[in-house]
């Protein structure tokens, strides 16, 4: 019996050894979160005090957990309906408010939006929004999308695109503080054609919209890249015979890249 119980404890020793290897490895790999080691705590002592809480405990997480799945693969979904046209994304735009210049009024122009929500029009720079500022309370909307940049670029008001997106940032400050409840993005400037630029104000639009993504990125503002879309509108010469305003078809472009923004939150 003495060897047997010999023989047991050597095997047992190396088979412990092993063991902790193999946890240590795995809690190297995939160390717990904090929130799941907070939740196994809760269970270890809830458990020792009332195995009911403890019971009830895992109904409630997994039930969050099944709801949280739930709601993600929706999302999923509805982002791959968008991007393959199973859906009129316009369709999906609620508590909105479109602010611009004359190209953000096709929005209306076209029927794709209610022109109760966009708020843009011919000659509009972003000093215009004070000017819809009671409109703007009035929808009180969740959502505001900020498209301008051409007029800004060609009026001649700011020396440089840095000071121009300085501007922008205190007009966001400003919207913030009237409707602290909306979440404000900003549009990249929709680009114009070749010949168009030829006019060295307008021109500077691409250097106004990047100084607006530098200002956005350096304060936690919501930037919506439209340049993707742009390289189509380029390629299919979706301007209008002025080289700046843009045609029907690159409004499905834009309202789709506008509604996906608010989905990335």
Known sequence: MKRISFAICTLAIPLCIVTAMAIAGISRRSAPSPEILTGL??????????????????????????????????????????????????????????????????????????????????????RTVKDRMNRLKNLDPSYIYL?????????????????????????????????????????????????????APWAQIYDYSSACRKMCEENGIPYIDNDEICKVLKKNKWWSSDGVHVVEPFYKLWGKNLYLATLED
Do not use: Q
């Open 41 to 126: 705590e809760y269970l270890d002592a809830a458990e020792k005090s009332d195995p009911a809480v403890a019971e009830e405990f895992r109904r409630t997480r997994t039930k969050e957990y099944r709801e949280s799945e739930k709601r993600r693969l929706e999302k999923e979904k509805l982002i791959d309906d968008i991007h393959h046209d199973r859906v009129d994304v316009f369709t999906l735009f609620k508590d909105y408010a479109i602010l611009g210049d004359s190209r953000a009024y096709g929005f209306g122009y076209f029927k794709f939006l209610s022109f109760s929500r966009v708020l843009a029009g011919g000659g509009d720079t972003i």
């Open 147 to 199: 498209c301008y940049g051409l007029n800004d670029a060609g009026i001649g008001f700011w020396k440089t695109p840095e000071a121009y997106a300085d501007e922008v940032l205190e007009v966001i400050k400003e919207l913030h503080e009237a409707l602290p409840n909306a979440k404000i993005y900003y549009n990249s400037i929709i680009w114009i054609s070749d010949g168009a630029a030829t006019y």
